[in-house]
């Protein structure tokens, strides 16, 4: 490969031989097209008329007057299928088009991704099937159909934990003999190189908008910018644009879930070093490598592993990363429906909370949040945590 | 006891005018002291090399059937800490070569140097790690070369020459090749293109090259070391045999050397 994909010791491209070719060949591609005129200005037409590009940065008087800190939103919510997830697949997809590749496949945990990439599929008119953990595909029926009713067919997984860390083992099973016709759309910023530095390309667009709309509006940078970290996309699409720039932090929301000492998803909080999926980075695993269950009670934090750029930036101590218990997103997606009208999804309302709980150490600070989905997904479980009858 | 090398073991076989017959095993699978008795009828039954897998949660290399294996085994109560126990029980009865078959997460959560040293303490002859490609392969070499422990690269059919030449400078023992551009299990036919990559592997190769996943019958076995491969590795065909007898461990056994012998039969060189 041209690049070693390395953010530290971290990242690398840890895969069976079999795919070093097919990663090579993405690479190169990848490489090209993302300096390409036409590549960029057909990205940039879909973003704009299809995703519905730029999104605002809003800011929230309610809010920020209720939390005593000046409080922007970076609207993700309001995107196409209705989470930043569109932005990569709309850029994957597109590069996938310009190799010529006949057929997608990706990986989903809840639907959001398996979604997004439905949805470019159906776009682009090209053949997408989507791996799911049976798990989820129970979990997540309404999801499955919104797939299928966009053409793509949902492959049910029922190895392993039969959630999204199996459903991406099969993915790349797929992927190790079907390379030469298809793409692998990876929906964050993990597995092996070229995906971290490829996905956090597309996500860039984010914190590009964000940067230049706090400058219009408050005339200096953040103090903060917060966001949910899963696999890591959102966090780094909006981190890009403030790495630099040392005094603003950086934060992470990792799923806490019911705290760490019992079921969790805080990767970097609590876990370990070890190589998952093709990186080296931070894992959930037990004292002999066996890689543990995480759990969220946002399906899009619940993932034992994290990319690899997190772990660098958390050695290097540019952004800091703290657990969110599932209880305090709760309260985070409560606190922003009932004081601005905005249902959050249950992996961003982490950040709300995580805003929260800074917001109280740090009185009077301008922070920016990525609110990376929207919450209509989340209603059912939402009104079964609180036992309300639909 | 003296540990054989994979240069011993392939120019005895050579000498004999055959290739190696190399069956697999998860260390474990389906509990310790069965798998042990597994590995005892491998030996008796025509084994010149033995591939010990030591179980992952996460085998992305891996069809159904070795996943299946990696699960019994590990619901066992399999560790690594229990595979170097099981690879020093096997140096009880046999000097055959043994290869570690595993991933990289296994070894870099115990210690990279700490372990290739007990691989070695506890008798085993290299280490192949199915998600670690030459690239990242630094410090596992260094400590491989450190504690004289054999490192083994994996070629397939998608890897160019140049590549492979690569590779080859970095191997030792003998080379994997993956005689599919897929996971392992069981396969009906070997393919030509099988057979043409075995040709021109050996064109490269100055270390013996062993072919491996979906190698499960008679004629796969015979076919590719009359290609020229210096040794076949089944795998998949065997855990089947395994999966099918969990409720007869004696028949499981008898099923097991009989077919092991079916296929050491069938590893004359007859070009
Ligand atoms: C709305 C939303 N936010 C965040 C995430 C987490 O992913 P990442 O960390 O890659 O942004 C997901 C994943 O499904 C999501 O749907």
Redesign the pocket.
């Known amino acids: 490969m041209i690049l070693d994909g390395k953010f530290g010791k971290y990242g690398g491209a840890f895969v069976p031989e079999l795919l070093i070719p097919a990663l090579e060949e993405l690479e190169k591609a990848f490489l090209k097209y993302r300096e390409d005129k036409k590549f960029n200005e057909e990205l940039e037409y879909y973003l704009r008329e299809f995703a519905g590009r730029p999104t605002p940065l809003y800011h929230a008087e309610n809010l920020s007057e209720k939390l005593g800190c000046k409080i922007y939103f970076k609207r993700e919510d309001l995107l196409h299928t209705g ?3 569109i932005n990569n697949t709309l850029g994957q997809g597109l590069l996938a088009k310009y190799m010529g590749k006949l057929r997608l496949i990706a990986e989903t ?2 639907g ?2 398996g979604i997004a990439t439905a949805v470019i599929g159906s776009l682009l008119q090209i053949p997408t099937e989507v791996y799911m953990g049976s798990e989820d595909v129970e979990r997540q029926k309404l999801n499955v159909f919104r797939m299928e009713l966009s053409g793509a067919k949902v492959i049910p997984v029922s190895n392993g934990s039969r959630t999204l860390k199996d459903a991406i083992n099969d993915a790349f099973r797929d992927w190790v003999s079907s390379a030469d016709t298809t793409h692998y759309l990876i ?3 993990m597995g092996p190189h070229p995906y971290p530095t490829m996905v956090k390309h597309f996500q860039k667009v984010i914190g590009r908008e964000t940067r230049e709309d706090i400058l219009k509006k408050e005339g200096k940078l953040p103090d903060a910018v917060i966001a ?8 780094l699409g909006i981190f890009s644009a403030f790495v630099d720039d040392e005094e603003v932090e950086l934060i992470g929301a990792e799923g806490g879930g019911e705290g760490l000492k019992a079921k969790h998803g805080a990767t970097i909080s609590a876990g370990t070093e070890g190589v998952l999926h093709g990186s080296l980075s931070f894992v959930l695993q037990d004292d002999h490598g066996q890689i543990a269950e995480a759990h969220s009670i946002s ?3 619940d993932y034992p592993g994290v990319g690899p750029e997190h772990a660098f930036l958390s050695s290097e101590g540019r952004a800091k990363y703290y657990p969110v218990t599932n209880e305090e997103a709760i309260r985070g997606f409560k606190l922003l429906s009932q004081y601005e009208g905005i249902l959050p ?1 249950l ?2 309302s982490h950040a709300v909370g995580m805003a929260e709980k800074y917001a109280k150490e740090n009185k009077g600070k301008t922070i920016v949040v990525n609110l ?2 929207r919450g209509d997904k989340d209603v059912d479980i939402l009104a079964k945590l609180m036992e309300v009858k639909l | 006891m003296r540990i054989e090398t994979y240069e011993d073991a392939f120019n005895r076989v050579k000498a004999r005018n055959e290739g190696a017959f190399i069956p697999f095993t998860v260390a474990g699978d389906p509990d310790f002291e069965t798998s042990l008795k597994i590995v005892k009828i491998f030996v008796e039954n025509g084994a010149d090399a033995l591939e010990i897998g030591f179980p992952f949660s996460d085998p992305v290399a891996d069809g159904p059937t070795v996943q299946l294996a990696n699960t019994r085994a590990l619901d066992a109560g399999m560790t690594v800490e229990k595979g170097f126990q099981f690879i020093k029980k096997v140096r009880e009865f046999t000097d055959i070569p043994v290869g570690v078959l595993t991933y990289y997460n296994l070894i870099y959560k115990m210690g990279i140097d700490e372990f290739y040293e007990k691989a070695k303490l506890n008798g085993a002859n290299a280490i192949l790690a199915a998600d670690l490609p030459p690239e990242e392969a630094n410090d596992a070499l260094h400590s491989a070369k450190r504690y004289g422990v054999q490192q083994i690269f994996m070629a397939a059919q998608s890897t160019s020459n140049q590549r492979l030449d690569e590779i080859l400078k970095l191997c030792s023992g003998f080379l994997y090749v993956v005689a599919v551009m897929g996971i392992t299990g069981a396969r009906n036919e070997l393919k030509d293109s099988t057979i043409e990559l075995i040709e021109r592997i050996k064109c490269h190769s100055k270390i013996p090259v062993a072919v491996g996943f979906g190698i499960s019958k008679q004629d796969h076995v015979s076919n590719v070391i009359n290609a020229g491969a210096d040794g076949a590795i089944v795998a998949s065909a065997i855990l089947n045999i395994i999966t099918e007898n969990l409720h007869n461990k004696e028949e499981m056994l008898q099923k097991i050397g009989k077919f092991c012998r079916e296929l050491k039969g069938v590893t004359k060189v007859i070009r």
């Open positions: 989470a930043h997830k945990g809840a959001q991704h929906g964050s910023t949910c970290v899963g696999g890591g996309s959102n966090a399906a899009g934090l999804a992996e961003s990376s989905g």
